[in-house]
């Protein structure tokens, strides 16, 4: 990687307070590498080749090389308070180890691995370990100073407690990979019993509470491949209770309760429980966020949740516009990095929901937004394109744009295949917009096709997974035939 690329990516790690915060302290470093980095966050690239132009390659090498080395420090110094302090107290025991100092020593090793196994720090209790074999080596020439048995016994379950979480992470991302590669059809059912059969996934006993947090992460990821709601929302609010009673958890993991928290709201929202959603939902807005990470998180999975409710309910536009803006705001005026699904999703459920509420200008600006991003983002989730490629069809017969609607329906079906398989749902709707667009403006007729069209996508979501999933996770037409034959 070049060390121009390699400072940028670590400069646009942080978040807004972070970015202030380096910002306040540039002036305390030396003006040649306060010059580079203050180049590097106003990202001006051509006054950077002025200086590569202006100095010997190996000059402007060596700066760029400070340079990280200073924002390593900054992170270091802004890292987490909980790993912190573990840190901290290891450096310590290790200086007045040297030093001589054995009883101060101890007390600060015996203080270190109480603190990490508090919040299960469990690559600071391997380096503990370190410590402790280091003792038992000059154990001929040095006093003992640590004889506490239990703490030895902890200090060495460090690197059994890595390796499982190492084992749990390993099956995780291999999961999620068959979870979410929408390329192909699977056999989904026997690979979700396959998984579950998996020897990790029937432990009962866990060392770490990170690997017991991705077994039951595991279990609601082959939820949701089956479309099994009913067990997802269970599992999640089961998990959302567990965060939310435990301070000692929310402290070490927030993460885990949020993640509970929008698969309860997501949950109710797939169920229909949409009375329930906002119940739950207002006791989600309570929940105070510490960091701008998990802000940024929220906006993602949570904001995707809430544009799903948005697209099933039959509230009155006037009633839910007010949230729809702070959503549009969240996207097009963010401080925070937003998330690949943020740039892609929420503008095709924000496309579908304006097209609903006949808001076609808006519909428009947000189909076109999506494109912006799909142009940057062309080889990551191509399955939602075949979403935009619907949505442009739904649009155009929307706007009554005959030319345009019959050209992408005859492109429609190669169009979807260049991101996967073509669901049945896909092909339905197709046959009906190639149908409805020769009876525009014969009311009666279009509502027969409608009615017509919202029996066989019914019928198929029912008796056919892949086409509940397409239901499900991308449009509900059955839902759409409802609003579409009260406006008639």
């Known amino acids: 990687m070049k060390l121009w690329d390699e400072l940028k990516e670590l400069i646009d790690s942080f978040d807004e307070k972070e970015r202030n915060k380096f910002e306040k302290q540039l002036i305390n470093y030396p003006p040649k590498i306060q010059k580079i980095l203050s180049i590097v966050l106003e990202n001006n690239i051509e006054e950077f080749q002025q200086i590569k132009k202006n100095n010997r390659t190996n000059v402007v090498s060596n700066r760029m090389q400070r340079s990280i080395e200073t924002i ?24 007045l180890f040297f030093k001589g100092l054995y009883d101060q020593a101890r007390n600060c090793l015996a203080e270190a691995t109480i603190h990490c196994l508090k919040y299960q720090l469990w690559t600071s209790l391997n380096d503990i370990n370190l410590c402790i074999d280091q003792i038992k080596r000059n154990g001929t020439t040095h006093p003992t100073i640590f004889n506490n048995k239990f703490l030895f016994h902890i200090a060495e379950l460090s690197i059994e407690a890595l390796t499982e979480e190492n084992d749990f992470n390993k099956l995780f991302e291999e999961v999620y ?63 959302y209770n567990v965060y939310k009673g435990s301070d000692l958890l929310k402290e070490v993991h927030f993460y885990g309760l949020l993640q509970g928290a929008v698969g309860v709201c997501d949950g109710y929202v797939q169920m229909n429980k949409l009375k329930k959603y906002l119940s739950f939902r207002d006791q989600v807005k309570k929940i105070v966020i510490p960091n701008q990470r998990l802000k940024a998180y929220m906006i993602g999975p949570m904001q995707r949740v809430d544009l799903q409710y948005y697209c099933k309910c039959n509230s009155s536009f006037e009633s839910i516009s007010e949230d729809l803006t702070k959503i549009e705001n969240s996207i097009l005026n963010s401080k925070l990095e937003l998330s690949l699904q943020t740039k892609t999703v929420h503008p095709l459920l924000l496309c579908f929901i304006f097209i609903k509420y006949q808001n076609l ?4 600006f947000w189909l076109d937004y999506y494109k912006q991003n799909r142009e940057i983002h062309s080889n990551d989730r191509k399955d939602i394109h075949r979403v935009a490629t619907v949505l442009r069809i739904l649009l155009n017969y929307e706007s009554e744009d005959i030319d345009k609607c019959t050209s992408d329906l005859n492109n429609a079906v ?38 017509n069209f919202k029996r066989e996508v019914t019928e198929l979501s029912e008796n056919n997974l892949f086409e509940k999933e397409y239901k499900i996770k991308y449009i509900d037409w059955a839902r759409w035939c409802d609003w579409k034959i009260a406006y008639i």
């Open 72 to 95: 390593y420090n900054f992170l270091i110094d802004s890292f987490p308070r909980i790993e912190t302090k573990a840190i901290r107290l290891i450096r310590i025991h290790r200086v």
């Open 177 to 239: 990979e068959q979870v979410f590669d929408r390329a192909k059809k699977k056999k989904i059912v026997e690979l979700a019993k396959k998984y579950r059969s998996h020897p990790l996934m029937k432990r009962q006993y866990f060392i770490s509470y990170r690997s017991q947090a991705r077994q039951f992460n595991i279990h609601r990821m082959l939820d949701l491949m089956i479309c099994d709601y009913k067990n997802y929302h269970k599992r999640s609010e089961k998990i």
């Open 361 to 364: 200008p808006k519909a428009i």
């Open 414 to 451: 190669r169009n979807i295949t260049q991101y996967g398989f073509v669901y049945e749902s896909e092909k339905l709707t197709i046959k009906f917009f190639r149908n409805a667009l020769k009876y525009l403006h014969d009311k009666n007729k279009t509502k027969e096709i409608l009615q």
